[in-house]
């Protein structure tokens, strides 16, 4: 699957996760407004630095403004170093870089026709205001994006950020590498089916599982690296190289009927690849209640403040406005017009 897929690394998060996609043989462009976070990427091959940025510092309208004066050569960057047949766009949501560029460029190549996956990273509870808000923001854009492919989750709340980068990549190799590696008599899972697959719009997961009964794979679902599944249960395709007694019933009961799976079998883990699922509403609305809580907090301190005669910013609060927007936008005509929805 190396020649079919690359990705797009966008801000420093998304190039730890960037960096052990390569080590597996993957093509990964790093982009970013810092020079000092790509400098940090050492033995990384393709680094692009986004003229004139100096870091974003949490700004995501820093981030778009950068891009969407950028974009073109950003386009040509992409065609020139890491051109596949479908690209995966890497960003956190709680940053500035990748959190404001991540969605509009993610739009943008979507535009262009071309096959756009994504993979982003949610705040763990105890991260800043800020973080939730970027986040909230973030993937208020990103989920009315309508012609994306697998969008992988992971949640920060899972664990340790380092060891859920590792667990994720790791879990996303071994099921690309399904079509080379697992073969049997009883069936196979070929490359068009794990691009299938992974075209389908929504939330995806992949999960490995050393147990040999159904029950540890869909145990193993719930503990790794991904935001879980909402319990609503719509999803679309099951992919998986089953091992041990693994059934395809089971993790269809466990994950939802899809409109179609494909299966092969293996003697070692079970790998699986859910897609087509709704996002992460549960996980998104604790990230909008943690904005609104706080929002009190703030103006309870800014007034507080106010009678000390002390001035508080108040930025922070126009920032916070209507995070909730509903998703009215008609399909826009031209790029100009994608990139200025991006700055309202
Ligand atoms: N899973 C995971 N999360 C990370 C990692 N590094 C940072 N984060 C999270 O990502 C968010 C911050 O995003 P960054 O990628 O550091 O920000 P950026 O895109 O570089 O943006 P600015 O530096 O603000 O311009 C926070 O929620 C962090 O907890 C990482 O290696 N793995
Ligand atoms: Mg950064």
Redesign the pocket.
């Known amino acids: 699957m190396r020649n079919k897929i690359s990705f797009v690394a966008?801000?420093?998060?998304?190039g730890?996760?960037g960096r052990l996609l390569e080590r597996k043989g993957y093509a990964v462009l790093y982009v970013?407004?810092?020079r000092e976070?790509l400098d940090t990427l050492e033995d990384a091959k393709f680094k692009y630095h986004i003229p004139h940025g100096e870091?974003?510092?949490?700004d995501r309208r820093k981030?778009k403004r950068l891009v969407i004066d950028d974009f073109d050569s950003i386009a040509a960057e992409i065609d020139s170093k890491v051109r596949a047949e479908m690209l995966f766009v890497i960003?956190?949501s709680?940053?500035?870089?990748?959190?404001g560029a991540g969605p509009m460029l993610t739009d943008l190549l979507v535009d262009e026709g071309r096959s756009v996956g994504v993979i982003t990273?949610l705040?763990?509870r105890g991260?800043s205001v800020k973080?939730h808000i970027n986040s909230y923001e973030c993937f208020t854009e990103l989920t009315a994006i309508a012609g994306t492919g697998a969008c992988f989750v992971?949640d920060?709340e899972n664990g340790n950020?380092?060891e859920?980068?590792g667990t994720f990549v790791n879990s996303l190799a071994a099921f690309l590498e399904i079509p080379e590696k697992h073969k049997s008599v009883k069936g196979n899972v070929d490359k068009a089916e794990i691009m299938e697959t992974l075209r389908a719009h929504g939330m995806a997961v992949v999960v490995r599982g050393r147990g040999k009964e159904s029950a540890g794979v869909i145990q193993a679902a719930g503990h790794g690296a991904l935001a879980a599944p909402e319990p609503d249960r719509a999803v679309k395709y099951i992919t998986a190289s089953l091992a041990g007694n693994v059934k395809m019933a089971d993790l269809e009961k466990a994950f939802g009927t899809p409109i179609d799976n494909f299966q092969t079998f293996n003697d070692e883990e079970t790998v699986c690849c859910v897609s087509g699922l709704s996002y992460p509403q549960s996980r998104l609305d604790e990230v909008y209640r943690k904005v609104e809580e706080n929002k009190e907090l703030i103006k309870r301190n800014l007034a507080a403040t106010r009678e000390t005669g002390l001035k508080g910013g108040v930025n922070f609060l126009e920032e916070m406005e209507e995070p909730r927007k509903e998703k009215t936008e008609a399909k826009p005509k031209s790029k100009r017009d994608i990139m200025s929805k991006y700055l309202v």
């Open positions: 966008v801000g420093q998060a998304a730890n996760i970013n407004t810092s976070d870091g974003c510092n949490k981030a960003f956190a709680g940053g500035g870089t990748g959190s990273i705040p763990a991260e973080s992971i920060n950020k380092m859920l980068n």
